[in-house]
């Protein structure tokens, strides 16, 4: 009975800890961006409709923007692309698939 008490309060402690301790997450690499070429800059979904932008574009992720040294358009991309701090448990859960990513427009 000892041993079962031990062990509840021990998983109650790392239950607890994985809402309660937050990590700052980064957007993942295959974030969905637009690339505007003539400017060589990328813009945000979230971004688009403000964006100086010409029809030289293209869809892909951050990882092929950042191949590409294109710059973030304007504050808003930047502002949308910045780590946020949330639970282990939400960054878990993102990596393993069962929660939508913040940056999953």
């Known amino acids: 009975m000892k041993r ?3 062990f509840v309060l021990c998983l109650l402690v790392v ?3 994985l809402f309660a301790i937050k990590v700052e997450t980064s957007p993942p690499a295959s974030t ?3 690339l505007e070429h003539t400017h060589q800059t990328y813009i945000t979904p979230p971004c688009y409709e403000q964006a100086q932008k010409t029809n030289n574009l293209s869809e892909a992720d951050l990882q092929k923007a950042k191949d590409l040294n294109y710059k973030p358009e304007s504050s ?3 502002d949308s692309l910045k780590p946020i701090k949330q639970p282990i ?3 878990l859960a993102e990596k393993l698939g069962l929660k939508p990513s913040g940056w999953g427009w």
Do not use: L
């Open 4 to 6: 079962i008490t031990i």
């Open 15 to 17: 239950v607890t800890g």
């Open 32 to 34: 969905r961006i637009i």
């Open 76 to 78: 808003c991309t930047e």
């Open 89 to 91: 448990a939400y960054d």
